[in-house]
C-alpha cells in the first residue's frame, strides 16, 4: 500500500522507487501484485506516463486512511514504550535490597509517581523470564545467558572484628594467622568455608577457614561478628556502620577480600521499558564512588540477640 500510494503522488514508477530507495522493478512487481490479487487495474500506462483509474483513486483515498491509522498505532505503541508508568518488579539480595535498594525505591516513586514498583529481596537465583521481573540487581560474575545486563558499579568487601574480640585473641597480621581464629561463614559465597582474597602483589590467595558459624545471612554474620564471636568477611556497606560507630574495627588492610561487579541484568538485552531504564539510571547514581560509605540508612539493625562470649575456644 505504501508503495501504490507513492507510486500515484509521484505520478511515476521511477521517482517512487528513488523515494523508496527500491529498484524499479521491484516498484513495478508490487503494484502489479496488488492488481492482481484485487483482480482490478489501479493505473493506466503508456510513454506519457501513468494515470490513476476511477476505482484506483478511490484504492489510493482508502489506502491514505489504513497507513494514517498505522501509523497511529505505531506512535501510540512507541509512547506507551517511552512513557514511564505502570509497574516494575525488581528482585535483589536481602541485604541490598534492604540497605540500599529500599531507599532508592523511596525516592524513585516520589519522583515517579505514575510507576509502581514490586521490589523482592531474597538470597537465592531468580529465573526473571519465569518469575515475570523487569529487573535484577546482581553481585559477582554474571553467567553467559541471553539476558541484558549494565554494570552498575563494584561491591568491596572488609574483615573485621569486635575491639572485644580483638583483645582477646589477638588481631591477626597475615592471612596466614587466620587458621588459629574464629572465623564467620558467609555460607551463600563462601560455601566451601574459604576466603577469596587479594594479597598485597594483587595476587589472588584463597584460605582456608574455621568459625563456629555458618549462615547465609549477612546480618547474622555483622551481629555476631559484634557480639565477638568471631572474625567476619562482609560487603564493605553492610560493615559501615558498625564500622563506623566502633563496634568492630576493620582488619588485614593489606589483604583484601575480592569485592564483586554489580549489575542490573534485564530479561532481554533489546527491549528494556522506559520505566526500567529510568530505574537503571538512579542504580548506576547510587553505586557510583564509594558509595558504600554513604549509606542511606532509613531502616536501623534491629537488636543483637548475640551475648558477648567471654572466652571462646
Known amino acids: 500500500m505504501r508503495i501504490f500510494v507513492r507510486v500515484v503522488e509521484a505520478g511515476s514508477f521511477s521517482r517512487a522507487a528513488s523515494d523508496l530507495s527500491l529498484t524499479q522493478p521491484a516498484v513495478t512487481k508490487h503494484v502489479a501484485a496488488i492488481e492482481r490479487a484485487l483482480n482490478v487495474q489501479l493505473l493506466n500506462r503508456n510513454t506519457r506516463g501513468i494515470h490513476v483509474t476511477e476505482i484506483g483513486a478511490l484504492y489510493y483515498e482508502r489506502c491514505k486512511a489504513v497507513l494514517h491509522e498505522i501509523a497511529l498505532a505505531d506512535e501510540l505503541i512507541d509512547g506507551k514504550r517511552r512513557q514511564v508508568q505502570g509497574l516494575l518488579r525488581v528482585t535483589t539480595s536481602v541485604a541490598l535490597g534492604r540497605r540500599i535498594i529500599a531507599p532508592l525505591v ?40 541471553t539476558y541484558g545486563a549494565r554494570r552498575l558499579g563494584f561491591n568491596p568487601w572488609v574483615v573485621i572484628a569486635s575491639p572485644d574480640y580483638l583483645a582477646r585473641r589477638g588481631e591477626p597480621k597475615s592471612i596466614a594467622e587466620l587458621e588459629r581464629h574464629e572465623c564467620l561463614v558467609y555460607s551463600t559465597v563462601q560455601g566451601d568455608d574459604v576466603w577469596q582474597m587479594t594479597l598485597p602483589n594483587s595476587k589472588p590467595a584463597v584460605v582456608p577457614v574455621r568459625g563456629c558459624l555458618r549462615s547465609n545471612n549477612l546480618a547474622t554474620l555483622l551481629q555476631a561478628s559484634e557480639a565477638g564471636l568471631g572474625i567476619a568477611s562482609l560487603p564493605h556497606y553492610v560493615a559501615c556502620e558498625a564500622l563506623t560507630a566502633g563496634r568492630v574495627r576493620r582488619i588485614l588492610g593489606d589483604h583484601a577480600p575480592q569485592g564483586q561487579e554489580v549489575h542490573a541484568v534485564f530479561p532481554s538485552p533489546k527491549h528494556v521499558p522506559a520505566k526500567a531504564s529510568l530505574f537503571v539510571d538512579a542504580l548506576i547514581g547510587r553505586f557510583s ?25
Request: charged share 30%.
Open 106 to 145: 523511596v525516592s524513585f516513586v516520589r519522583t515517579h509517581p505514575h510507576v509502581r514498583i514490586d521490589l523482592s529481596c531474597e538470597d537465592r537465583y531468580v529465573d526473571l523470564i519465569a518469575q515475570g521481573v523487569d529487573l535484577a540487581v546482581r553481585m559477582g560474575r554474571l553467567a553467559d545467558s
Open 289 to 313: 564512588g564509594e558509595w558504600w560509605l554513604a549509606q542511606d540508612m532509613w531502616e536501623r539493625e534491629p537488636a543483637r540477640p548475640f551475648e558477648r562470649h567471654s572466652r571462646l575456644e
